[in-house]
């Protein structure tokens, strides 16, 4: 059974930083593309961050420059490091691997002053 498990969400406030993990099980992350994606308060699930199998990575532009997406194959184990948030980063943030694994029950980020 494949289970991701997202954590390390909270509040923060902007300028600020968090990193976000992704426990991976029934699954070896190595050989999937690993996702990032949130959702806002009114806003679809968005795509932001992925990592391919051979390291490789891109991101929406909204994000560049601030969030990076990283794996660590022998812990099974997928990360985002988030720095510089603002505002409008506020949302529930969920990992996926393609394909099919599946959406875990993602974790609250909310940036606030």
């Known amino acids: 059974q494949v289970q991701l498990v997202e954590s390390g969400g909270g509040l923060v406030q902007p300028g600020g930083s968090l990193r976000l993990s992704c426990a991976a099980s029934?699954?070896?992350?190595?050989?999937?593309?690993m996702h990032w994606y949130r959702q806002g308060p009114e806003n679809q699930r968005e795509l932001f961050a992925n990592?391919?199998?051979?390291?490789?990575?891109n991101y929406l532009d909204a994000v560049k420059g601030r969030f990076t997406i990283s794996r660590d194959n022998d812990k099974n184990m997928l990360y985002l490091q988030m720095d510089n948030l603002k505002v409008e980063d506020t949302g529930v943030y969920y990992c996926?691997?393609?394909?099919?694994?599946?959406w875990g029950q993602g974790t609250q980020v909310t940036v606030s002053s």
């Open positions: 996926l691997g393609s394909p099919g694994s599946g």
């Open positions: 029934g699954i070896n992350i190595s050989l999937y593309t």
């Open positions: 990592i391919f199998s051979d390291g490789a990575t």
